[in-house]
């Protein structure tokens, strides 16, 4: 029987703490089927390290990661001017193959092993928390540059904000189509991008999971009357009706939210009618944005906050749905706000 060479060695120990990936993987499941000291190897490592099964891994604090993170970034903005925090947190996100030296006591390899899995159950998930509290600081970052373009619009049109004439009972959900129908409520926001107040990257929430749609350049942008499809604008605009207050009536009131989880459900087809049943899970559900951890909400005195539940610190209204939704309620995308006081934010 060949003994392992020390390479074979060391893809069985990575292999035993999952770092290997692709052709790593398969070289060593390989090497498992065909050796029966790599075998035996394997088991002695994988019984040296069950202990660690038995230990449950504990979230990271919400206000340990904020305070890390704020101490990073008052560390980068001394050191290098503030960009520096950013490319940590892009590299951090980068699959590296890690690579640990052999030892000749695999006892020792299987103890540091062991310490590891342990700084790894500790140190991914906060490192995970740390990275979304500064995709949220760059997402409400976008609603503050949201709020300073529609305040250089009210200044330029007598305070009023941009509107659009929609045909009663018209839908607000197809964004994108085509056509001169006003039948999507962020053909309104579309005018600050249009008429260049705002750019159109700053509508993409930074935390949100999946692949981002590519910037639009300023030449295609004045051929659109619409954002041009949902993957555009990540965010969820206030819904009026016949009921609501006259924004100069409001002190303070909803502009803009994370999407509407809502909007998830809504078809990509501008021809289908939806009707949309709503459960427990769409009633409670928060934006997907940010993992589901809660929204970032811009209200009309140009102030951001970050909610963990569907309503804001000075309403107690659900931000997602129409007042008088329960279960059994159906969504087809043409609601209105009931009252002055309902707050509903269409996709």
């Not at 295609?220 to 100069?248: E, N």
């Not at 509407?260 to 709503?278: C, G, T, W």
């Amino acid at each position: 029987m060949t003994p392992l060479s020390d390479t074979q060695k060391q893809l069985l120990f990575d292999y035993s703490l999952g770092l290997t990936s692709g052709h790593d993987t398969a070289e060593a499941e390989d090497l498992l089927a065909a050796s029966h000291e790599a075998a035996r190897l394997y088991d002695a490592l994988l019984s040296a390290l069950s202990p660690l099964e038995t230990i449950e891994p504990e979230p990271c604090p919400d206000d340990l990661a904020e305070r890390t993170i704020q101490r990073l970034r008052e560390q980068a903005q001394l050191v290098t001017g503030g960009d520096r925090l950013e490319r940590l947190l892009a590299n951090e996100r980068r699959a590296v193959p890690v690579r640990i030296p052999l030892w000749r006591n695999w006892a020792e390899i299987a103890t540091v092993a062991a310490v590891l899995v342990l700084l790894a159950g500790v140190l991914f998930p906060a490192l995970g928390v740390i990275r979304q509290r500064q995709w949220q600081y760059h997402c409400q970052s976008h609603l503050g540059d949201i709020s300073a373009g529609v305040a250089s619009y009210l200044s330029d049109h007598d305070g009023r904000f941009p509107t659009l004439a929609m045909a009663p009972g018209a839908p607000w959900w197809k964004i994108g189509r085509p056509g001169p129908e006003n039948q999507s409520n962020t053909r309104r926001v579309w005018l600050l991008v249009k008429q260049r107040y705002l750019q159109p990257h700053i509508f993409i929430c930074p935390g949100r999971p999946g692949q981002v749609a590519a910037d639009l350049d300023p030449a295609v942008v004045v051929r659109f009357d619409d954002f041009p499809s949902r993957a555009y604008i990540h965010f969820s605009l206030r819904l009026d009706g016949p009921q609501s207050a006259p924004p100069g009536q409001m002190r303070r009131f909803v502009l803009l939210v994370d999407r509407n989880p809502l909007a998830e459900e809504f078809p990509s087809d501008f021809s289908a009618s939806p009707s949309i049943p709503l459960c427990q899970k769409l009633l409670t559900a928060n934006s997907r944005n940010h993992r589901q951890r809660g929204q970032s909400v811009l209200c009309s005195d140009g102030s951001v906050e970050f909610t963990k539940s569907r309503h804001t610190s000075f309403s107690d209204d659900d931000i997602f749905t129409v007042q008088g939704m329960s279960c059994g309620s159906k969504l087809c995308g043409y609601e209105r706000p009931t009252s002055a006081s309902d707050t509903f934010v269409g996709p």
